[in-house]
């Protein structure tokens, strides 16, 4: 069992930067990639970017370029810096833990983007 909390949301002008953050607890070596999704309002949860256990990673076209995704083992800790914001951008992110078995979740953390 892993549980994850996120930090690091909030409010930002358009073509600013967030870094968003997740701490991964429990089981932790069971967890064979993370990753962030988003969800906005009216919108399907949607991937924003995944890290694998052995570092791979994989990037939405509508974030490529501007966000990135990397990790700290000895902390269980993965982060998203979030960079040239724009108001499509707005939305709740999710962190996720990939298992075997089964996936955990975040509770999720606003982002918010104002023009």
């Known amino acids: 069992q892993v549980q994850l909390v996120e930090s690091g949301g909030g409010l930002v002008q358009a073509g600013g930067s967030l870094r968003l953050s997740c701490a991964a607890s429990?089981?932790?070596?069971?967890?064979?990639?993370m990753g962030w999704y988003r969800q906005a309002p009216g919108k399907q949860r949607e991937l924003v970017a995944t890290i694998t256990s052995g570092g791979r990673t994989i990037y939405a076209d509508s974030v490529k370029g501007r966000f990135t995704i990397s990790r700290d083992n000895a902390k269980n800790t993965v982060y998203l810096q979030m960079n040239s914001l724009k108001s499509e951008d707005t939305a709740v992110y999710y962190c996720?833990?990939?298992?075997?078995?089964?996936?955990?979740w975040g509770q999720g953390t606003q982002v918010t983007v104002s023009s």
């Open positions: 429990g089981r932790t070596s069971s967890i064979t990639a």
């Open positions: 996720s833990a990939v298992m075997a078995r089964e996936a955990s």
